[in-house]
């Protein structure tokens, strides 16, 4: 029985007891108005669990989404524990999103910008992982130290800008040929403007020279 059966049943039990106190009509207007409340409570109850539903299901989605980044990350961290024990690489997330960070000196050779063999065998074991994730952008973002570009070098980048461009679209290439979804890649080029270390020191600038891998969200579109 329903709450509005429930409230009518009610009332109309008082009003069979003391049907002398008011009359006919005017129970029956109280009944109409309880029924109309009773209407309102239901609907009200029926808002509620579609909200509540939807908040579970949302909790586990984001149960999941967790689940699934921890397993991710777990796996990079096997797959790549020497160069992460060396320092030169690292494995990390936070609020929700995973970054792989690459050194300049395990993916290429000092002023060069194609791929190095150390580099390519860390960026084959990156991408046996990332290819199996369907559900993330992979955001490759290419970032110098803020030492400006001299000798012959300058004559093909003219800025850190050009050269963190031209190393990070290396790695968008590698991680493409072998398999890892071409819609899924986003090349970000940041030049010396994004640094994490002090560009006044050897070990900061070390820092700064670095390509990062970002496991982003997708966005709401994509997902339809």
């Known amino acids: 029985m329903n709450i509005k059966s429930v409230i009518a049943a009610s009332l109309l039990f008082s009003i069979a007891g003391c049907i002398s106190i008011a009359t006919h009509e005017e129970q029956m207007r109280r009944c109409h108005s309880v029924g109309l409340h009773a209407d309102e409570l239901e609907g009200r109850v029926g808002e509620l669990e579609s909200q509540l539903a939807a908040k579970t299901a949302e909790s586990q989605a984001l149960e999941q989404n967790v689940a699934e980044l921890k397993s991710t990350q777990d796996e990079l961290q096997e797959k790549l524990k020497s160069d992460i024990s060396q320092g030169d690489v690292a494995v990390g997330s936070s609020e929700g999103n995973l970054t792989i960070t690459l050194g300049d000196k ?6 060069e910008w194609e791929l190095q063999p150390r580099g390519q065998k860390v960026l084959l074991q990156v991408s046996e ?3 199996k994730v369907d559900d993330r952008l992979f ?3 290419g970032n110098t130290d803020n030492i400006p570009i001299s000798g012959a070098l300058k004559s093909r980048f003219p800025s850190n800008w050009d050269l963190s461009s031209a190393r990070a679209a290396a790695v968008v290439r590698f991680l493409e040929k072998n398999g890892v979804n071409a819609q899924r890649l986003v090349l970000m080029a940041y030049g010396d403007k994004r640094p994490v270390g002090d560009n006044k020191t050897i070990d900061g600038r070390k820092l700064n020279r670095r390509v990062e891998i970002s496991l982003e969200p997708l966005p709401a579109e994509s997902k339809k």
Do not use: M, P
């Open 129 to 131: 992982v990332l290819k």
């Open 139 to 141: 955001q490759v973002e």
């Open 106 to 111: 395990v993916l290429f050779r000092s002023g």
